[in-house]
C-alpha cells in the first residue's frame, strides 16, 4: 500500500478538531497530540473499521479508526486514540461532516497501520518509532509530521518538537523491547480478552541499532578469526615436519627406505609392493654309517669290515 500524500489540497477532507474548545497541540510522534473538549469529526468520506471506547491499549482507553474511501489519500486510515469516547460503530460510513466522537483531555490522531494490526499507529509498524523508556512516541517520526502538514493545511494548530506529552505513552507502554528508533523483529497485535476489551501487545526483539553493532563487531572479529586459524595450520605443518624429520634420522637405511615406500604408497592411494617369500633352509644329509650287506659289498663298493676285517680274510 503507498503511503499517505499528505496532500496540501482540502477537498473532500476538513479539519476534523474545528469545534474543539481550548484546543491546543503538543508534540508530534507517530501521530500529532491535542489536548482541549469538544467533537471530533472524520477526516473525510470513509468506513469505521474499529471503535472503542476503553480497554484498547491506549492511555485512556479510547480508539477509532477508519479507512478513507475517497480524496488524495484514499485507502489509507486515520486513527484517533486516548481520551476519545466513540459515537459511531464499526461498519458505519462518515464522512466530514460525521462526529466520531467526543474528546476530553488529551488525544493522538495519526495514519493507522492495516489490519492486521489495526490498533496501532502506521509510523509503529513501518518502524519509525523509538522504544526509549517504553515510549514509542520519543520522537518526532516521518508519518507524524506528514500528518502534521496535512493538518495544518486543514486548519488545525501545528504539533510541537520532542518532548513530554502529557497524554501517557500510546500502545508501547507494555513493550519489553531493546534500545533503537526502529524495530527489525518484533511482534504487534492484540488479544481479545472480553468482546468489547483488548489487550494490545507489542515486543521488539532486535532494533535496528542493534543488528548494526552486531555486524559491526562481527566483521571486526571475524578477520582476527581467519588470522589465527592460518598461523595454527602453519604451526601444525611445521610440527609435523619436524616429526618426520626426527623419525626418519633415528630409523636404519633399509627400514627407511621400506617405511618410505610404505608411506608413499598410502599417500598416493595405492599398496606397497609384497616383501620377498622366505627362503626355505636346505637339510643336509644325515651321516649315519652305512649298514653292512650280507654276502656282497657295501653301498660304496668296498668290502663291509667286521672288527676290522672282512668276513673273506678270516676264513681264508
Known amino acids: 500500500m503507498p503511503l499517505p500524500t499528505g ?21 508530534i510522534d507517530q501521530g500529532v497530540d491535542y489536548s482541549g473538549s469538544g467533537p471530533v469529526f472524520a477526516l473525510g468520506p470513509g468506513v469505521v473499521e474499529r471503535a472503542e471506547g476503553t480497554g484498547s491499549g491506549w492511555p485512556g482507553g479510547g480508539f477509532i479508526a477508519y479507512r478513507l474511501t475517497a480524496g488524495p489519500d484514499k485507502g489509507q486510515r486515520v ?9 459511531v460503530q464499526q461498519g458505519d460510513r462518515v464522512n466530514s461532516q460525521t462526529k466520531i466522537g467526543d474528546m476530553n483531555g488529551g488525544i493522538e490522531t495519526g495514519w493507522a497501520a492495516p489490519p492486521p494490526n489495526l490498533g496501532q499507529a502506521l509510523a509503529y509498524i513501518k518502524g519509525q518509532s523509538c522504544y526509549s523508556g517504553g515510549d514509542p512516541g520519543c520522537h518526532p517520526t516521518p508519518l507524524g509530521e506528514n500528518f502534521n502538514r496535512l493538518m495544518v493545511t486543514l486548519g488545525a494548530p501545528s504539533g510541537t518538537g520532542p518532548g513530554a506529552s502529557s497524554h501517557g505513552t500510546g500502545p508501547g507502554s507494555v513493550m519489553t523491547a531493546a534500545e533503537g528508533s526502529s524495530c527489525l ?3 504487534h497485535g492484540s488479544v481479545p480478552i472480553l468482546p468489547f476489551f483488548h489487550q494490545s501487545f507489542d515486543a521488539c526483539f532486535l532494533s535496528k541499532s542493534q543488528a548494526r553493532a552486531i555486524l559491526g563487531a562481527a566483521l571486526l572479529v571475524l578477520p582476527i578469526l581467519l588470522l589465527a586459524t592460518r598461523r595454527a595450520q602453519v604451526t601444525v605443518n611445521q610440527k609435523g615436519a619436524q616429526l618426520t624429520g626426527a623419525v626418519a634420522g633415528a630409523t636404519p637405511a633399509g627400514k ?13 592411494g595405492t599398496a606397497p609392493p609384497p616383501a620377498p617369500p622366505l627362503r626355505a633352509r636346505r637339510q643336509r644329509p644325515s651321516r ?8 656282497g659289498r657295501t653301498q660304496q663298493g668296498s668290502p663291509p669290515r667286521t672288527g676290522g676285517r672282512t668276513q673273506q680274510g678270516q676264513e681264508g
Open 7 to 27: 496532500n496540501t489540497s482540502q477537498a473532500p477532507y476538513d479539519n476534523p478538531l474545528r469545534h474543539v474548545r481550548g484546543l491546543a497541540s503538543a508534540r
Open 79 to 87: 486513527y484517533v486514540a486516548e481520551d476519545i469516547r466513540p459515537s
Open 185 to 187: 523483529i518484533g511482534i
Open 256 to 268: 627407511t627406505t621400506q617405511a618410505a615406500t610404505t608411506a608413499t604408497g598410502s599417500r598416493s
Open 288 to 295: 649315519e654309517p652305512a649298514r653292512p650287506r650280507t654276502g
